[in-house]
């Protein structure tokens, strides 16, 4: 029934009917929000522009910035449970929580600076960044170091979602859809549609669905 909805100009909007109504919620302030993760329906982060993280313990009735610097762009949140989560942007920028965002901790220590569109763990150690043109970074103890994969492409990549430690898929500019079966070592390349793909989402091995200029649903892991 409960979910939020993040944007521009400081924008969240929460339903409790299944998205068929929708109300502001005041989160004071005016700057783009990127990204919004709950891990319950009370506990919850949003990031944005400037570096703005916010996070709510009343269900989004109200908002207190936790942002630890500013001047550079947070794109994208994942939490792994109600303590350890992560988000990424601009400038190569990794921040890792582990006290379920009341404190961040930079953990980026990769050398070239890279716009960072997504992120998503699939445990507390193991998890992958994408980004701009076609990069892909992988994670295996928890942030501290990263592994540059190959993805075959310099397109934008936009999205990322791991079904289990093997199996992901990952969206972009220019209808791109990436797949691997082996955690991210090897990534297959077709194309879905003819537009940008911006977003995508796995409930479970077989079905998911992905968002951009249209919406597209598989019932068989992306085949």
């Known amino acids: 029934n409960t979910g939020w909805i993040v944007g521009s100009q400081g924008t969240i909007l929460k339903t409790t009917n299944r998205g068929s109504e929708w109300t502001k919620m005041h989160s004071g302030i005016i700057t783009n929000l990127n990204s919004v993760h709950f891990f319950d329906e009370d506990n919850g982060i949003a990031v944005g522009d400037d570096a703005v993280i916010l996070k709510t313990t009343d269900g989004g009735s109200s908002w207190n910035n936790v942002s630890i610097a500013n001047g550079y762009e947070l ?81 934008n990549l936009n999205s990322v979602v791991f079904t289990d430690a093997n199996t992901g898929s990952i969206v972009g500019d220019n ?24 977003s995508i989402y796995f409930v479970d091995q077989n079905v998911g669905w992905i968002v951009g200029t249209n919406i597209y649903k598989t019932v068989n892991g992306g085949v």
Do not use: H, P
């Open 75 to 155: 794109t994208s949140i994942y939490f792994v449970d109600k303590n350890y989560g992560w988000t990424v942007g601009s400038e190569s920028k990794i921040l890792k929580t582990t006290d379920s965002g009341n404190t961040w901790q930079l953990i980026s220590n990769v050398e070239n600076s890279y716009m960072f569109r997504s992120v998503f763990f699939i445990d507390q150690n193991t998890g992958w960044v994408v980004g701009d043109e076609g990069i892909i970074m992988k994670t295996t103890d928890g942030g501290n170091n990263w592994i540059l994969q190959t993805s075959n492409t310099t397109l």
């Open 175 to 198: 209808a791109i859809y990436l797949k691997t079966s082996d955690g991210g070592t090897n990534w297959s390349q077709r194309t879905i549609g003819t537009w940008r793909l911006s």
